[in-house]
């Protein structure tokens, strides 16, 4: 039987256009295809999870906005009125907050699953972020997110998260899971000015020389990760698991995926990393997966915009696909061998 990769490049190849004219369509056509192992691949109610937890090391001044501002966005979420509200609205995409650990009893909601591990991690400045049974905790509830939390036959899945201080765990797990200096992996986050920044680096440069030694990711994810980080990574690979597609979002998303692929390689094969980030580790990291974003917007908003964003440009590539005619169909004259 002919490879399904091979099947997909001619049927691209024979549309009425030049060969490659479609650009990065084509290349997200043969992967969606290949990943359903069909010729006439679908996207079936596309969901964004957007994973949300609050961080000890906020308390320690890395960001440019106060820990509060995590359950605030998370109601405003609720309420409808954030950026990731508007693009989910405009794409018809479903949407779900899950609270894996927001310091904030919030009351019921439809939009609202109820993950909440703990109300933040403890600051990794001092002791780990969280015990073994937490992060086990969280990857069961990464896992239930997929297996409960998603409309049915849906099989497409963008990630995002909101929790102030989170650049810096992803900064972090970035530095000791690439081996990468520090200073390569810190950003401004929401807005720091250069002494802010300067500042940020020097509180993970502490934090990274407390906890030396750890490698394994598992262990580098308990000792620097979030909560949402840490969900999030586990329903990514329950979602691989079920042969979906991941949309990843920016900088925090695509550092709990790092975690994955450290676990899982052959997750990246799944994966469609929607944009590239404005903060600055992004490029770094996509580098270092081999990964080429879809779109470079110079968005750093997180909460899964980018993913948002980036969906219709998906169903362009499985439409012209599924419903371009080839040369012979539309009796058009193919360029000579």
Same mark, same amino acid.
Request: overall charge negative; aromatic content about 6%; proline content about 3%.
């Given at each position: 039987?002919?490879?399904?990769?091979?099947?997909?490049?001619?049927?691209?190849?024979?549309?009425?256009?030049p060969l490659g004219a479609l650009g990065i369509l084509e290349k997200l056509a043969l992967q969606i295809?290949?990943?359903?192992?069909?010729?006439?691949?679908?996207l079936y109610a596309p969901t964004i999870f957007v994973f949300a937890a609050d961080h000890g090391i906020?308390?320690?001044?890395?960001?440019?906005?106060?820990?509060?501002?995590?359950?605030?966005?998370?109601?405003?979420?609720?309420?409808?009125?954030?950026?990731?509200?508007?693009?989910?609205?405009?794409?018809?995409?479903?949407?779900?907050?899950?609270? %894996?650990?927001?310091?904030?009893?919030?009351?019921?909601?439809? #939009?609202? $699953? @109820?993950?909440? &591990? +703990?109300?933040?991690?403890?600051?990794?400045?001092?002791?780990?972020?969280?015990?073994?049974?937490?992060?086990?905790?969280?990857?069961?509830?990464?896992?239930?997110?997929?297996?409960?939390?998603?409309?049915?036959?849906?099989?497409?899945?963008?990630?995002?998260?909101?929790?102030?201080?989170?650049?810096?765990?992803?900064?972090?797990?970035?530095?000791?899971?690439?081996?990468?200096?520090?200073?390569?992996?810190?950003?401004?986050?929401?807005?720091?000015?250069?002494?802010?920044?300067?500042?940020?680096?020097?509180?993970?440069?502490?934090?990274?020389?407390?906890?030396?030694?750890?490698?394994?990711?598992?262990?580098?994810?308990?000792?620097?990760?979030?909560?949402?980080?840490?969900?999030?990574?586990? %329903?990514?690979?329950?979602?691989?698991?079920?042969?979906?597609? #991941?949309? $990843? @979002?920016?900088? &925090? +998303?695509?550092?709990?995926?790092?975690?994955?692929?450290?676990?899982?390689?052959?997750?990246?094969?799944?994966?469609?990393?929607?944009?590239?980030?404005?903060?600055?580790?992004?490029?770094?990291?996509?580098?270092y997966l081999e990964a080429t974003p879809v779109l470079q917007l110079n968005m750093r908003l997180g909460?899964?915009?980018?993913?948002?964003?980036?969906?219709?440009?998906?169903?362009?590539?499985?439409?012209?696909?599924?419903?371009?005619?080839?040369?012979?169909?539309?009796?058009?004259?193919?360029?000579?061998?």
């Open positions: 039987m002919t490879d399904i990769r091979v099947q997909l490049q001619q049927k691209i190849d024979l549309k009425t256009k295809g290949t990943v359903q192992n069909t010729l006439q691949p679908s906020a308390q320690s001044g890395v960001s440019a906005y106060p820990p509060e501002v995590t359950f605030q966005m998370v109601m405003n979420f609720l309420n409808g009125g954030a950026a990731i509200n508007i693009f989910s609205r405009q794409n018809e995409i479903n949407l779900k907050i899950i609270d %894996a650990g927001v310091n904030y009893d919030f009351p019921s909601h439809p #939009l609202l $699953i @109820d993950y909440k &591990i +703990a109300k933040g991690t403890n600051n990794f400045l001092q002791t780990v972020a969280m015990s073994n049974a937490q992060l086990d905790e969280c990857f069961q509830k990464g896992r239930a997110a997929i297996e409960e939390q998603i409309p049915e036959r849906c099989n497409v899945i963008g990630f995002g998260e909101m929790g102030i201080g989170n650049t810096s765990s992803a900064a972090l797990l970035m530095s000791a899971l690439c081996d990468l200096p520090l200073k390569d992996c810190v950003g401004r986050g929401t807005g720091l000015n250069d002494s802010q920044l300067a500042r940020k680096v020097e509180i993970l440069t502490r934090a990274k020389e407390k906890h030396v030694g750890i490698t394994l990711p598992k262990e580098v994810l308990q000792t620097f990760g979030g909560f949402e980080i840490a969900q999030m990574c586990g %329903a990514m690979l329950h979602a691989y698991e079920k042969n979906m597609l #991941l949309i $990843i @979002d920016g900088f &925090i +998303a695509t550092s709990a995926f790092l975690v994955a692929t450290k676990m899982k390689p052959e997750i990246q094969q799944n994966a469609i990393f929607s944009h590239l980030s404005d903060e600055f580790a992004h490029a770094k990291l996509l580098a909460e899964g915009t980018g993913c948002a964003v980036a969906f219709p440009i998906l169903k362009s590539a499985v439409n012209f696909l599924n419903e371009m005619t080839s040369f012979e169909d539309a009796g058009v004259t193919n360029k000579e061998e």
